[in-house]
């Protein structure tokens, strides 16, 4: 009975290693990253990123997948949706004067940790 119990958690273990874990973010390590391409790097930086670094405005932290997964899980068009519509304290838009529909759509998946 116990060595069954002690391979299952084995089992667990390895199924685990298949991905890398999701690990929470610090502000700062969320700060610290930035969309690969530069135009987009630029929207974000005047936009998302001031809320979206900082965890007193309630917005889930750039690449925190512990606090994306659950958002991500909705579907990409609701994501979408949320950004320019707004939701709670997301402003419609997300301050983003310049964004098209594919610039919020690649900005959600780099923000949820997904462009990889
Ligand atoms: C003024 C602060 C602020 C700015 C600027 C901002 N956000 Fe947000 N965002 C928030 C907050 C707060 C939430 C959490 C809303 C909630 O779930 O109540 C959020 C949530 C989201 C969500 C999740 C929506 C959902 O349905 O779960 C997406 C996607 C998002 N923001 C995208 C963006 C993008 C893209 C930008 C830049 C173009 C941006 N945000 C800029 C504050 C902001």
Known sequence: MRGVVVLGAAALLAGCQAEPPVKPLTPQQSAAL??????LAGLYEQSCKSCHTVTDTGAPLTGDRTRWDQRWAKGEDALLNSAVQGLNGMPAGGQCFACTPDDYRALIRFMAGRDK
């Not at 930035?34 to 135009?39: L, W, Y």
């Open 34 to 39: 930035k969309p690969a391409d530069a135009k």
